[in-house]
């Protein structure tokens, strides 16, 4: 891309954002709108109709022949069923463009073959999506088409939700809710709405589209299952923040252009860790709207990747020993008067409103912390979280220098008198001015870090939607200040109450607290003796879900009911069987089909070899010995395979749920990694030719 990219121009262009809809409905029609954007204020049908009309004629000269109700079912991926504007023919012959506010405001899409983890039978199919006029709607233009895209909840017939939105519009209402009760017990009388605000960091790998199609693995898995490690890997960390080579530059270029069309305010690039893994991160926007842009961000990464001869992995460990992708959430609570709840100030210890904040988070953090692991559960985490290179598998919080000096105070005195300055940096740098640096390092290793004026979730996998994570912290921080709250509102002495209340919380749950490095072992022990559940795989992590604790918290603040819970728990075991079983069956078949073949064809011209030079009256015993080595990996290779798809056939049979999701982690998964090892080690000994498949290096060295 050549020319240079008008980005306030281009901003936007492709959204039915406030600009157009005060520019294009009629005055009340936009104030009735407003309404139930800011207050979820029912809306009527005849205004809807405006409002489709409007929105369908901006679409129409956008160059729009269709519309989709958008949603979010529980596939981990987005999706929508495109219905064109035409109306029946007329009389004449002829057809109109029509969008009532009927069709604007429910969809029926036919749910039956969406997960419903039981709450439907495939009989009663009927699903309804429900315009969420929060997000705004946007035109999505491909080369030959255009479509409306209207962001949706999905639900069933009778109400239950079907999909990760509706959860998390509850949960945005439990939040608002209860940090309103918070914030008028401070004297608080001017904000109207608190909404959790959220920036996600979205990692990805990117390879060469036609290295990639070689690969099953890559195609089917999503991530890599034989490979053997190349001279080279990231340990020089000269890739992270490097320059950007041209090639991903101008697919970066042409990201940012499509996103910043579609109203995502892509912000931050930079290379990653690994080589050929970047990062990319739009500012900050509020919980809802977040979650939707992350997944255009992910559909655009991936069209946009292939349009430029690229592949863009997901995946949260596309390769086995080098740094893997994931997700950092970044949350906070904003006032719609502009005030940020998680802002400490300059002198915390004074900031009584930010402190006992700051307890509620760790205590909601402490008491739900297995179902806050469950949020960020999926089989490719299995693979990153506690290696060394993302947090491990247990919940801790960072809090940094200041704040903890702070907690400590409130431990062990019952109040805090006194926070710890930042100071100046001296760069030691005549020429560098030296500035006021922040009170507090950072930590990259903690799961649930403070950075400032927000959380940071990092364990959350590169590839799933964010919003079972918010939900999860949306609804855990709605109970913590409602508990809060229950016992404010009724204190006699408001001042002491709260004095009171920050100590106990501070004493009960210094616990979760962990400012060292999270990737070490000291950790796993030390957190083992403070009772922290260490929850290693998402089999592990998903009866969270379902526990006491979960269902008395979603059900009191109308987030999930217990059926819905139970539908979502089973939904997950399949769901790691599922992705477990297809790994198994792409292993055997590569194995069985390209590595194998391929080995014994090697072996023959290694055997001709030995014939020839012996022959020529020549000691062979090099060939020999390098064909006795791949023959004896050859058959470990094959044992292990047969191994594999015998325990592949029993699985299939064991009952579907936590059973099978067992067998699958228990039996599976270290079947094929007792396939892997020989396999990689024939890599390194067969002749580069032979391989059937382009090597690590190729994948992630020559982008
Ligand atoms: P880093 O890599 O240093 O963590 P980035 O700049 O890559 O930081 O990403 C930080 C993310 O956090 C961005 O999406 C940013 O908009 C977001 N963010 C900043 N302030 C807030 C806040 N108050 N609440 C929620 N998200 C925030
Ligand atoms: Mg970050």
Same mark, same amino acid.
């Given at each position: 891309?050549?020319? #240079?990219?008008?980005?306030?121009?281009?901003?936007?262009?492709?959204?039915?954002?406030?600009?157009?809809?005060?520019?294009?409905?009629?005055?009340?029609?936009?104030?009735?709108?407003?309404?139930?954007?800011?207050?979820?204020?029912?809306?009527?049908?005849?205004?809807?109709?405006?409002? @489709?009309?409007?929105?369908?004629?901006?679409?129409?000269?956008?160059?729009?022949?269709?519309?989709?109700?958008?949603?979010?079912?529980?596939?981990?991926?987005?999706?929508?069923?495109?219905?064109?504007?035409?109306?029946?023919?007329?009389?004449?012959?002829?057809?109109?463009?029509?969008?009532?506010?009927?069709?604007?405001?429910?969809?029926?899409?036919?749910?039956?073959?969406?997960?419903?983890?039981?709450?439907?039978?495939?009989?009663?199919?009927?699903?309804?999506?429900?315009?969420?006029?929060?997000?705004?709607?946007?035109?999505?233009?491909?080369?030959?088409?255009?479509?409306?895209?209207?962001?949706?909840?999905?639900?069933?017939?009778?109400?239950?939700?079907?999909?990760?939105?509706? $959860?998390?519009?509850?949960?945005?209402?439990?939040?608002?809710?209860?940090?309103?009760?918070?914030?008028?017990?401070?004297?608080? #009388?001017?904000?109207?709405?608190?909404? $959790?605000?959220?920036?996600?960091?979205?990692?990805?790998?990117?390879?060469?589209?036609?290295?990639?199609?070689?690969?099953?693995?890559?195609?089917?898995?999503?991530?890599?299952?034989?490979?053997?490690?190349?001279?080279?890997?990231?340990?020089?960390?000269?890739?992270?923040?490097?320059?950007?080579?041209?090639?991903? &530059?101008?697919?970066?270029?042409?990201?940012?252009?499509?996103?910043?069309?579609?109203?995502?305010?892509?912000?931050?690039?930079?290379?990653?860790?690994?080589?050929?893994?970047?990062?990319?991160?739009?500012?900050?926007?509020?919980?809802?709207?977040?979650?939707?842009?992350?997944?255009?961000?992910?559909?655009?990464?991936?069209?946009?990747?292939?349009?430029?001869?690229?592949?863009?992995?997901?995946?949260?460990?596309?390769?086995?020993?080098?740094?893997?992708?994931?997700? !950092?959430?970044?949350?906070?609570?904003?006032?719609?008067?502009?005030?940020?709840?998680?802002?400490?100030?300059?002198?915390?210890?004074?900031?009584?409103?930010?402190?006992?904040?700051?307890?509620?988070?760790?205590?909601?953090?402490?008491?739900?912390?297995?179902?806050?692991?469950?949020?960020?559960?999926?089989?490719?985490?299995?693979?990153?979280?506690?290696?060394?290179?993302?947090?491990? @598998?247990?919940? /801790?919080?960072?809090?940094?220098?200041?704040?903890?000096?702070?907690?400590?105070?409130?431990?062990? #005195?019952?109040?805090?008198? !006194?926070?710890?300055?930042?100071?100046?940096?001296?760069?030691?740098?005549?020429?560098?001015?030296?500035?006021?640096?922040?009170?507090?390092?950072?930590?990259?290793?903690?799961?649930?870090?403070?950075?400032?004026?927000?959380?940071?979730?990092?364990?959350?996998?590169?590839?799933?939607?964010?919003?079972?994570?918010?939900?999860?912290?949306?609804?855990?921080?709605?109970?913590?200040?409602?508990?809060?709250?229950?016992?404010?509102?009724? @204190?006699?002495?408001?001042?002491?109450?709260?004095?009171?209340?920050?100590?106990?919380?501070?004493?009960? !749950?210094?616990?979760?607290?962990?400012?060292?490095?999270?990737?070490?072992?000291?950790?796993?022990?030390?957190?083992?003796?403070?009772?922290?559940?260490?929850?290693?795989?998402?089999?592990? @992590?998903?009866?969270?879900?379902?526990?006491?604790? /979960?269902?008395?918290?979603?059900?009191?603040?109308?987030?999930?009911?217990?059926?819905?819970?139970?539908?979502?728990?089973?939904?997950?075991?399949?769901?790691?069987?599922?992705?477990?079983?297809?790994?198994?069956?792409?292993?055997?078949?590569?194995? /069985?089909?390209?590595?194998? $073949? &391929?080995?014994?064809?090697? #072996?023959?011209?290694?055997?001709?070899?030995?014939?020839?030079?012996?022959? &020529?009256?020549?000691?062979?015993?090099?060939?020999?010995?390098?064909?006795?080595?791949?023959?004896?990996?050859?058959?470990?290779?094959?044992?292990?395979?047969?191994?594999?798809?015998?325990?592949?056939?029993?699985?299939?049979?064991?009952?579907?749920?936590?059973?099978?999701?067992?067998?699958?982690?228990?039996?599976?998964?270290? &079947?094929?990694?007792?396939?892997?090892?020989?396999?990689?080690?024939?890599?390194?000994?067969?002749?580069?030719?032979?391989?059937?498949?382009?090597?690590?290096?190729?994948?992630?060295?020559?982008?």
């Amino acid at each position: 891309m050549s020319e #240079t990219i008008n980005v306030a121009a281009i901003y936007g262009e492709n959204v039915f954002n406030d600009t157009v809809m005060q520019e294009r409905l009629p005055k009340k029609v936009y104030k009735d709108l407003k309404k139930t954007i800011e207050e979820g204020k029912d809306l009527d049908l005849v205004t809807a109709d405006v409002i @489709a009309h409007e929105m369908k004629e901006w679409a129409l000269e956008k160059g729009a022949t269709h519309y989709t109700h958008w949603f979010q079912p529980l596939t981990g991926v987005t999706a929508e069923k495109h219905d064109s504007f035409i109306s029946a023919p007329m009389p004449n012959g002829k057809v109109l463009m029509s969008f009532s506010g009927k069709e604007l405001i429910k969809g029926e899409p036919d749910a039956s073959s969406f997960p419903s983890g039981g709450l439907r039978a495939t009989f009663e199919a009927r699903g309804y999506t429900v315009w969420d006029c929060t997000s705004p709607a946007f035109v999505k233009k491909d080369q030959n088409s255009c479509v409306l895209y209207i962001p949706t909840a999905f639900c069933s017939y009778t109400g239950e939700a079907l999909d990760q939105k509706t $959860p998390l519009l509850r949960s945005m209402e439990a939040i608002n809710e209860q940090a309103l009760r918070f914030l008028r017990l401070f004297g608080n #009388t001017t904000s109207r709405k608190v909404k $959790p605000s959220v920036g996600i960091e979205q990692e990805y790998f990117l390879v060469d589209r036609e290295k990639y199609l070689q690969r099953e693995d890559l195609i089917f898995a999503g991530r890599t299952l034989f490979g053997a490690m190349p001279p080279k890997g990231q340990e020089l960390d000269d890739h992270y923040f490097g320059s950007i080579r041209d090639r991903i &530059a101008n697919f970066m270029s042409a990201i940012n252009e499509e996103l910043w069309k579609l109203g995502v305010t892509a912000k931050t690039q930079h290379n990653e860790a690994a080589p050929a893994q970047h990062e990319l991160a739009p500012i900050y926007m509020e919980c809802n709207v977040a979650v939707d842009h992350n997944q255009l961000i992910m559909e655009t990464l991936k069209k946009m990747a292939y349009r430029q001869g690229l592949h863009c992995l997901l995946h949260e460990k596309p390769f086995a020993g080098v740094n893997g992708s994931g997700k !950092h959430d970044n949350w906070s609570l904003t006032t719609d008067d502009g005030k940020n709840l998680l802002d400490p100030g300059k002198t915390p210890h004074e900031n009584i409103q930010f402190l006992l904040m700051l307890m509620c988070v760790l205590r909601s953090v402490d008491k739900h912390a297995a179902l806050l692991r469950e949020s960020a559960a999926d089989p490719g985490n299995d693979l990153r979280l506690g290696a060394a290179e993302a947090p491990p @598998a247990i919940i /801790s919080v960072f809090l940094g220098e200041q704040l903890s000096d702070v907690l400590n105070q409130l431990v062990e #005195t019952g109040s805090a008198t !006194h926070s710890i300055k930042g100071g100046t940096l001296e760069t030691g740098v005549k020429a560098v001015p030296d500035f006021a640096k922040d009170a507090t390092d950072r930590n990259r290793t903690s799961p649930f870090a403070f950075t400032g004026n927000k959380f940071e979730f990092r364990m959350t996998g590169s590839r799933d939607s964010v919003a079972g994570p918010n939900v999860v912290l949306n609804t855990i921080v709605a109970e913590a200040l409602c508990e809060a709250c229950d016992i404010l509102e009724k @204190a006699g002495d408001f001042e002491k109450a709260v004095h009171d209340l920050i100590k106990e919380y501070a004493i009960e !749950h210094q616990r979760i607290v962990y400012n060292g490095n999270g990737y070490s072992e000291e950790w796993i022990e030390e957190a083992k003796r403070r009772g922290l559940p260490n929850l290693e795989s998402m089999v592990d @992590a998903i009866p969270a879900l379902t526990s006491d604790s /979960s269902v008395a918290l979603f059900e009191k603040f109308n987030v999930f009911t217990r059926k819905e819970l139970e539908s979502r728990e089973e939904i997950k075991y399949e769901a790691y069987a599922k992705a477990i079983n297809i790994e198994a069956r792409t292993m055997i078949d590569v194995a /069985s089909k390209q590595i194998i $073949p &391929a080995v014994v064809k090697y #072996t023959k011209t290694l055997a001709d070899a030995v014939n020839a030079v012996v022959a &020529a009256g020549v000691d062979a015993d090099v060939q020999l010995a390098l064909l006795r080595e791949v023959s004896g990996f050859l058959k470990e290779a094959k044992e292990a395979l047969t191994n594999l798809e015998e325990l592949d056939k029993e699985a299939e049979q064991k009952p579907e749920g936590k059973e099978q999701a067992r067998f699958f982690r228990d039996a599976i998964v270290p &079947a094929m990694e007792a396939l892997r090892i020989p396999v990689d080690k024939l890599e390194m000994l067969v002749d580069k030719s032979a391989w059937p498949m382009p090597s690590y290096a190729e994948l992630i060295f020559e982008v």
